[in-house]
């Protein structure tokens, strides 16, 4: 049973920077594609960032256009670890982001079908002045 605990959010600035991390326990990752997504009030979960591995099925990464060129997904296998640098945060990034890990599945799959098998409890982000 994997099990996936989110850190690092909090208050922030517009224009300011974030790094959020996922810390897995349980079997590697090596198999799992590891996705950010996160639910703002009122709004459905939206996948935003995505990255797989060669095992996993898909070495690539994958970007919402809403965050494409703010944010950047990396993942430290060794430490069973996915990090979301957050740059240049707008109000509108304000929301719970959760990530989620699913067993070989393309990263766009997993993104723009909001698709995880296992999921964290999530950390708050409010940007705002």
């Known amino acids: 049973q994997l099990q996936l605990v989110e850190s690092g959010g909090g208050l922030v600035q517009p224009g300011g920077s974030l790094r959020l991390s996922c810390a897995a326990s349980?079997?590697?990752?090596?198999?799992?594609?590891i996705g950010w997504f996160r639910q703002a009030p009122g709004k459905e979960r939206e996948g935003i960032s995505c990255i797989g591995t060669i095992s996993s099925g898909d070495g690539g990464t994958y970007y919402a256009d809403s965050v494409k060129g703010r944010f950047t997904i990396s993942r430290d296998n060794a430490e069973n670890t996915v990090y979301l640098q957050m740059n240049t945060l707008k109000p509108e990034d304000t929301a719970v982001y959760y990530c989620?890990?699913?067993?070989?599945?393309?990263?766009?799959?997993?993104?723009?079908?909001?698709?995880?098998?296992?999921w964290g409890q999530g950390t708050q982000v409010t940007v705002s002045s």
């Open positions: 989620g890990a699913r067993f070989i599945t393309p990263v766009q799959d997993m993104c723009a079908g909001g698709l995880a098998d296992y």
């Open positions: 349980g079997p590697s990752l090596d198999y799992y594609a």
